[in-house]
């Protein structure tokens, strides 16, 4: 249940829940709240009218603007790479690991919530512990696929690692400037076009032998 379902689920006011579930539901609230107008335009207020509380029950779970944000942050970011990693483990055939790879940042761009807005699109990114959370998010995206990278090519990790932030960045521009752009290209078609021209250059690399094969083609 995404965190949005969980606001809408978790209402109306003056409902008593358990503290788990209060504190998903005013994630959900504040979701809605930073993804319309941004960390600076929102208010504490806000986020608790639309959650359906007092601000007092708001601040017994969160003691700033900032605190919630982070914490939406860290969930959201941990979303990302948990979609990652699911999707390089989704099957052992290269070509379509690229694939899955590049749809599941279509996929999280496309989220009706608008959470990937938080991550890469934040107007809080001079804020350090935002830009850190930002960063890491980033960086073990990129060691998720490095390392599979590592094992089938036999590169040497510094090299995988440069490929797989060339990937899982060209993933990520990508992907929000086709939601962006309002592209009329279907989003099958756009992850079929770009996992073209990633396999094309991926598959250059030859496969660490396995079973006799060299080439990654076909693996």
């Keep these: 249940m995404s965190a949005i379902e969980q606001t809408e689920a978790a209402r109306p006011r ?6 788990r579930a ?35 029950v708001l601040y017994q779970h969160f003691p700033g603007k900032l605190e919630l944000y982070l914490a939406l942050l860290d ?9 990652v990693r699911t999707a390089l483990a989704s099957t052992s055939d290269n070509k379509l690991r690229v694939a899955a790879t590049m749809d599941a940042y279509f996929a999280y761009v496309q989220d009706e919530g608008g959470a990937f807005r938080l991550v890469f699109e934040s107007d809080l990114t ?8 930002v960063d890491r998010v980033s960086l073990q995206c990129a060691e998720a ?24 960045g060209v993933s990520q521009v990508v992907a929000r400037y086709w939601l962006s752009s309002e592209s009329p290209v279907p989003r099958d078609k756009a992850v079929a076009l770009l996992t073209s021209l990633a396999w094309r250059g991926i598959a250059g690399f030859p496969l660490h032998p396995v079973d006799g094969q060299l080439s990654a083609e076909g693996h």
């Design 75 to 83: 969930q959201h970011c941990e979303a990302l790479l948990v979609s």
């Design 145 to 168: 696929i490095s390392e599979v990278i590592a094992e089938d090519t036999g590169l040497a990790k510094d090299e995988s690692m440069l490929l797989a932030v060339g990937l899982g």
């Design 126 to 133: 001079n804020e350090p512990a935002v830009r850190e959370r």
């Design 22 to 56: 209060r504190r998903n539901q005013l994630l959900g609230a504040a979701q809605e709240v930073f993804v319309a107008q941004g960390y600076h335009s929102a208010a504490m207020d806000d986020i608790a009218e639309r959650a359906g509380v007092s601000k007092p």
């Design 14 to 19: 003056g409902t008593r829940l358990p503290r």
